[in-house]
């Protein structure tokens, strides 16, 4: 069966702003297939490119190179409009959620928007209907949808992006750090919820995250990027109990357990190394 | 939407005693300017021969005077304002909506269409207006209609390149891109995220248009090149009230003292809109 | 132990159109060398109690109560708390660009704290500078010293912002969120850094995070905040062994870890926002524990066995929420 999404030596480039000479290559490089009903997570520390990767599959970054492939069927080279069909099967949550509800819209209309847009021909009613429905299977309470994204904490908000994602019915949705910005207290309730509604409705998934703790019991496949390349892929169990990457042992190695005596011998026992000059920053 | 924008705004303006105090000037100014003339007993070009150029405060019926053909001072003040206030609002309604439009798209769209699009308001702010409005003049005549194709069509400049840049900024905020991915059209996307975002800019700069419009038209009207007798408006009242600055010194007064109360006024309560709606307040 | 910086019922409020209540009577005392952590989440006004230490509040904030340093009170003397900046206490903010200016050299900014705080030459200022940079193990501190703070990376401008605040050589060093800005490979580094220098240097540390892991790799003590208040208070081996307060023990439930394969575990709804806090126990609403009690009598904070704890009805040894 071929894979739901193909993504094929993919490269991302951005002009610097403001400054001339040669560009920042963000993704350098990726090849990856993803299967129908499959979690794929790519992990990676901040500015390896893991975001623009996620960008450029959903078409809202241009790809410099490489292409992608959705049911067989090439979307890099699409141009805006053409894209817009498409974005009822690839959906997106971001990873601020008081940064992606316009401050002005109440909640019902910004969840609302991605049907109005992709789906004609709903009645007031219908549409209502959707959105109400929508917004009890992700946990938000009735009265939720004629608040204002300031009323509402993060993690609400956060579950509002969900269902505004999942309204129109995708079969792939991009997770982009979804959890990063959340009290951890509240964190595991929007990661379970997506792990349920991915099972309920046999979703694709990207999960894009800095935290392998986080994806370890969602994934099925780990992707681990550094500098725009991916360094490792394997089945979960296998990726965080058996790296082979430096990169990826890195990552592991930098979840600090909370149990004070692993904990303290982990810093104490770091040589605290000189640090070395690090790579120029990109803006994922 | 609007919940949130007039909440902010009303909100804000009530904490600003002096901001509260202008609004209600204005109004009743406005007011006074509609409903004046008709509730006062003189008409505007009513003369009165038995009291030609008889200063204000006298008991001869006419409170603030008259001009030297025996005019009441108020009325023609009241009717000035009225035309003054009208061409302004309707040149600043002008300037607003081809403003707003040209810019929002432009500072959206980036890229070409927006280098374009400003090239062109470069090219048209750097004409001198003055020099622009009387070639209009000679082409469509005096009168009303020509100054407000003459203000409207400068003030609409400075208010494009404004929302061009509230536009450019709201462009790379999140929601904007959640919009994209969720299917929205660029028309959808600049009528329902970037307009209603920049309102607060826009209402605030529109306040400070519309007395730079009044200025404007004032001192057309003043040159002769604007609103012309025996139609009142506060410029020309001006230039008459300046040519009698030694005998009746009231003519001027009146008039002059409408423009700066009404000028004031407009600018404070901008000023304080702008206070309100600073987003770092929020 | 004496304490060095002892804290007394601070309450820290905000005035505006609403007034807020970020902090709301919190007492700590920390003892020279000593190391404490203050963990929270948003809302929990951990922050602000930070900053109020040092006299560093927003322009509308207040804060009530008392802070001493070696027995002198800080607040509200502005004399005070500007003899005790950069020499007694050293301020880490989350983002470098708290405290490096962008539009001067390194080492000038270094030299510079170092001259006003020991009035020593601006030559040996300079060769101070360079060898705190050293001392944050920056390579080649006397380059480092010549750039601007954009031309490093975000952990080295870290570093350097490490530099600044212990180059007068503080007694304490509050720290703000350190590593939360950094890269997840790089935080360890910069952790493992700040314990070596507090153990050199003789210096305390206060430190305020949401990590847990980082309170268990840093701290001596910790204290739990919530909703403006202090919940369970105690050292780390012990709190994080054995939590009391339901809300410590949710929050370490929550923490994501490798080793066990099941249900990321949570606290169900969320933090309230500062100052909009429900009658009784302002846990109350999301604990699994919650009785009549807990509604109508806010706990205050007790001795339980080694740690303080202010719950009605506190975890036994081993029991889970």
Same mark, same amino acid.
């Not at chain 2, 048209?124 to 469509?140: D, M, S």
């Given at each position: 069966?071929?894979?739901?999404?193909?993504?094929?030596?993919?490269?991302?480039?951005?002009?610097?702003?403001?400054?001339?000479?040669?560009?920042?290559?963000?993704?350098?490089?990726?090849?990856?297939?993803?299967?129908?009903?499959?979690?794929?997570?790519? +992990?990676?520390?901040?500015?390896?490119?893991?975001?623009?990767?996620?960008?450029?599959?959903?078409?809202?970054?241009?790809?410099?190179?490489?292409?992608?492939?959705?049911?067989?069927?090439?979307?890099?080279?699409?141009?805006?409009?053409?894209?817009?069909?498409?974005?009822?099967?690839?959906?997106?949550?971001?990873?601020?959620?008081?940064?992606?509800?316009?401050?002005?819209?109440?909640?019902?209309?910004?969840?609302?928007?991605?049907?109005?847009?992709?789906?004609?021909?709903?009645?007031?009613?219908?549409?209502?209907?959707?959105?109400?429905?929508?917004?009890?299977?992700?946990?938000?309470?009735?009265?939720?949808?004629?608040?204002?994204?300031?009323?509402?904490?993060?993690?609400?908000?956060?579950?509002?992006?969900?269902?505004?994602?999942?309204? +129109?019915?995708?079969?792939?949705?991009?997770?982009?750090?979804?959890?990063?910005?959340?009290?951890?207290?509240?964190?595991?309730?929007? +990661?379970?919820?997506?792990? $349920?509604?991915?099972?309920? $409705?046999?979703?694709?998934?990207?999960?894009?995250?800095?935290?392998?703790?986080?994806?370890?019991?969602?994934?099925?496949?780990?992707? +681990?990027?550094?500098?725009?390349?991916?360094?490792?892929?394997?089945?979960?169990?296998?990726?965080?109990?058996?790296? $082979?990457?430096?990169?990826?042992?890195?990552?592991?190695?930098?979840?600090?357990?909370?149990?004070?005596?692993?904990?303290?011998? $982990?810093?104490?026992?770091?040589?605290?190394?000189?640090?070395?000059?690090?790579?120029?920053?990109?803006?994922? | 939407? *609007?919940?949130?924008?007039?909440?902010?705004?009303?909100?804000?303006?009530? *904490?600003?005693?002096?901001?509260?105090?202008?609004?209600?000037?204005?109004?009743?100014? /406005?007011?006074?300017?509609?409903?004046?003339?008709?509730?006062?007993?003189?008409?505007?070009?009513? /003369?009165?021969?038995?009291?030609?150029?008889?200063?204000?405060?006298?008991?001869?019926?006419?409170?603030?005077?008259?001009?030297?053909?025996?005019?009441?001072?108020?009325?023609?003040?009241?009717?000035?304002?009225?035309?003054?206030?009208?061409?302004?609002?309707?040149?600043?309604?002008?300037?607003?909506?081809?403003?707003?439009?040209?810019?929002?798209?432009?500072?959206?769209?980036?890229?070409?269409?927006?280098?374009?699009?400003?090239?062109?308001?470069?090219?048209?702010?750097?004409?001198?207006?003055?020099?622009?409005? @009387?070639?209009?003049?000679?082409?469509?005549?005096?009168?009303?209609?020509?100054?407000?194709?003459?203000?409207?069509?400068?003030?609409?400049?400075?208010?494009?390149?404004?929302?061009?840049?509230?536009?450019?900024?709201?462009?790379?905020?999140?929601? /904007?891109?959640?919009?994209?991915?969720?299917?929205?059209?660029?028309?959808?996307?600049?009528?329902?995220?970037?307009?209603?975002?920049?309102?607060?800019?826009?209402?605030?700069?529109?306040?400070?248009?519309?007395?730079?419009? @009044?200025?404007?038209?004032?001192?057309?009207?003043?040159?002769?090149?604007?609103?012309?007798?025996?139609?009142?408006?506060?410029?020309?009242? @001006?230039?008459?009230?300046?040519?009698?600055?030694?005998?009746?010194?009231?003519?001027?007064? /009146?008039?002059?003292?409408?423009?700066?109360?009404?000028?004031?006024?407009?600018?404070?309560?901008?000023?304080?809109?702008?206070?309100?709606?600073?987003?770092?307040?929020? | 132990?004496?304490? !060095?910086?002892?804290?007394?019922?601070?309450?820290?409020?905000?005035?505006?159109?609403?007034?807020?209540?970020?902090?709301?009577?919190?007492?700590?005392?920390?003892?020279?060398?000593?190391?404490?952590?203050?963990?929270?989440?948003?809302?929990?006004?951990?922050?602000?109690?930070?900053?109020?230490?040092?006299?560093?509040?927003?322009?509308?904030?207040?804060?009530?109560?008392? #802070?001493?340093?070696?027995?002198?009170?800080?607040?509200?003397?502005?004399?005070?708390?500007?003899?005790?900046?950069?020499?007694?206490?050293?301020?880490?903010?989350?983002?470098?660009?708290?405290?490096?200016?962008?539009?001067?050299?390194?080492?000038?900014?270094?030299?510079?704290?170092?001259?006003?705080?020991?009035?020593?030459?601006?030559?040996? =200022?300079?060769?101070?500078? #360079?060898?705190?940079?050293?001392?944050?193990?920056?390579?080649?501190?006397?380059?480092?010293?010549?750039?601007?703070?954009?031309?490093?990376?975000?952990?080295?401008?870290?570093?350097?912002?490490?530099?600044?605040?212990?180059?007068?050589?503080?007694?304490?060093?509050?720290?703000?969120?350190?590593?939360?800005?950094?890269?997840?490979?790089?935080?360890?580094?910069?952790?493992?850094?700040?314990?070596? !220098?507090?153990?050199?240097?003789?210096?305390?540390?206060?430190? #305020?995070?949401?990590? !847990?892991?980082?309170?268990?790799?840093?701290?001596?003590?910790?204290?739990?905040?919530?909703?403006?208040?202090? #919940?369970?208070?105690?050292?780390?081996?012990?709190?994080?062994?054995?939590?009391?307060?339901?809300?410590?023990? =949710?929050?370490?439930?929550?923490?994501?870890?490798?080793?066990?394969?099941?249900?990321?575990?949570?606290?169900?709804?969320?933090?309230?926002? &500062?100052?909009?806090?429900?009658?009784? %126990?302002?846990?109350? &609403?999301?604990?699994?524990?919650?009785?009549?009690? %807990?509604?109508?009598?806010?706990?205050?904070?007790?001795?339980?066995?080694?740690?303080?704890?202010?719950?009605?009805?506190?975890?036994?040894?081993?029991?889970?929420?």
């Amino acid at each position: 069966m071929s894979a739901l999404l193909e993504v094929r030596r993919a490269v991302v480039r951005y002009r610097r702003a403001r400054m001339p000479g040669p560009s920042l290559t963000a993704v350098d490089g990726v090849d990856f297939a993803l299967q129908a009903g499959e979690i794929v997570a790519l +992990v990676g520390e901040s500015g390896c490119g893991k975001s623009s990767l996620g960008r450029a599959i959903l078409g809202l970054t241009p790809l410099a190179d490489g292409e992608v492939r959705w049911r067989g069927r090439r979307i890099d080279t699409l141009s805006r409009e053409a894209f817009r069909p498409l974005r009822r099967e690839l959906q997106v949550v971001f990873q601020d959620p008081v940064a992606s509800f316009d401050p002005r819209m109440p909640i019902a209309a910004s969840v609302a928007e991605p049907l109005r847009a992709l789906v004609g021909k709903l009645s007031v009613t219908e549409r209502t209907a959707r959105v109400e429905r929508i917004l009890a299977e992700v946990g938000l309470a009735g009265d939720t949808a004629a608040r204002y994204p300031h009323q509402l904490s993060g993690g609400q908000l956060q579950r509002a992006g969900l269902a505004r994602a999942l309204i +129109v019915d995708p079969a792939f949705l991009v997770c982009d750090e979804p959890v990063s910005a959340l009290d951890v207290s509240v964190q595991g309730q929007i +990661v379970n919820l997506l792990a $349920r509604i991915r099972r309920e $409705r046999g979703l694709a998934c990207l999960f894009i995250s800095h935290n392998l703790a986080v994806v370890a019991n969602l994934a099925d496949r780990i992707l +681990v990027m550094h500098r725009g390349r991916i360094v490792e892929s394997g089945g979960c169990a296998d990726v965080l109990h058996a790296p $082979r990457h430096a990169e990826t042992r890195k990552l592991l190695d930098s979840i600090l357990p909370v149990d004070p005596v692993a904990a303290r011998r $982990r810093v104490e026992a770091r040589p605290v190394p000189a640090a070395a000059d690090a790579p120029a920053r990109l803006t994922s | 939407m *609007r919940g949130g924008l007039g909440r902010d705004v009303r909100a804000a303006l009530v *904490r600003d005693r002096l901001a509260v105090a202008c609004a209600t000037m204005l109004a009743l100014l /406005v007011l006074a300017a509609v409903a004046g003339p008709w509730l006062l007993e003189f008409d505007e070009d009513q /003369v009165d021969w038995a009291h030609m150029a008889t200063p204000p405060f006298e008991a001869t019926g006419h409170w603030l005077g008259t001009d030297r053909l025996g005019r009441d001072l108020l009325v023609r003040t009241l009717h000035g304002l009225r035309v003054s206030l009208a061409i302004a609002f309707a040149a600043t309604l002008v300037a607003l909506v081809i403003g707003v439009a040209f810019g929002a798209f432009a500072g959206y769209r980036r890229g070409r269409t927006d280098a374009l699009m400003m090239r062109f308001v470069d090219t048209l702010y750097a004409l001198p207006q003055v020099f622009f409005v @009387i070639i209009l003049t000679v082409v469509f005549g005096r009168g009303p209609l020509t100054l407000l194709v003459a203000i409207g069509a400068f003030g609409w400049l400075t208010m494009a390149r404004i929302v061009r840049g509230q536009a450019l900024a709201l462009r790379e905020r999140e929601f /904007v891109e959640a919009a994209i991915a969720g299917g929205a059209g660029t028309l959808r996307i600049v009528t329902r995220h970037v307009i209603p975002n920049l309102l607060g800019p826009v209402i605030v700069y529109a306040t400070l248009t519309l007395p730079q419009a @009044i200025l404007v038209e004032s001192f057309l009207s003043f040159l002769g090149i604007g609103i012309q007798e025996p139609l009142a408006s506060l410029g020309n009242l @001006i230039a008459d009230g300046a040519g009698e600055l030694e005998t009746a010194p009231w003519m001027l007064a /009146v008039p002059a003292a409408c423009l700066l109360l009404v000028v004031f006024c407009c600018n404070f309560l901008g000023d304080s809109l702008r206070d309100a709606l600073d987003p770092r307040d929020q | 132990m004496s304490a !060095l910086l002892e804290i007394g019922a601070l309450t820290v409020d905000f005035r505006g159109s609403r007034p807020v209540r970020a902090v709301d009577g919190v007492s700590l005392g920390l003892g020279p060398r000593e190391r404490l952590a203050i963990v929270g989440e948003s809302g929990s006004g951990k922050s602000q109690l930070l900053l109020a230490c040092t006299g560093l509040l927003a322009a509308n904030g207040r804060a009530a109560g008392s #802070v001493r340093f070696e027995g002198r009170e800080l607040l509200g003397d502005a004399r005070a708390l500007q003899a005790v900046r950069g020499r007694g206490i050293g301020f880490v903010f989350q983002d470098a660009s708290g405290s490096l200016t962008p539009h001067r050299r390194i080492g000038d900014q270094l030299a510079e704290v170092a001259t006003l705080a020991t009035g020593c030459s601006s030559g040996a =200022g300079q060769e101070a500078a #360079v060898e705190m940079l050293g001392r944050v193990r920056l390579a080649d501190p006397g380059a480092i010293a010549s750039l601007y703070p954009h031309q490093l990376s975000g952990g080295m401008r870290q570093r350097a912002a490490i530099a600044l605040a212990l180059i007068a050589r503080p007694r304490i060093l509050f720290a703000d969120e350190p590593t939360t800005a950094l890269d997840v490979t790089v935080q360890a580094d910069v952790l493992a850094l700040i314990a070596q !220098l507090c153990a050199h240097l003789g210096m305390a540390l206060l430190l #305020v995070t949401h990590d !847990l892991g980082v309170v268990a790799g840093l701290a001596d003590r910790v204290a739990v905040m919530y909703a403006g208040r202090v #919940v369970e208070e105690g050292g780390v081996a012990d709190v994080l062994a054995r939590p009391r307060h339901p809300y410590a023990a =949710g929050l370490l439930a929550a923490v994501p870890r490798l080793d066990v394969r099941r249900e990321l575990s949570s606290i169900p709804g969320s933090p309230p926002a &500062p100052g909009d806090w429900p009658s009784g %126990c302002r846990f109350g &609403p999301r604990c699994p524990r919650r009785v009549a009690r %807990c509604e109508a009598q806010e706990p205050m904070l007790h001795a339980a066995d080694v740690s303080r704890v202010a719950c009605h009805f506190p975890l036994a040894a081993g029991e889970k929420p």
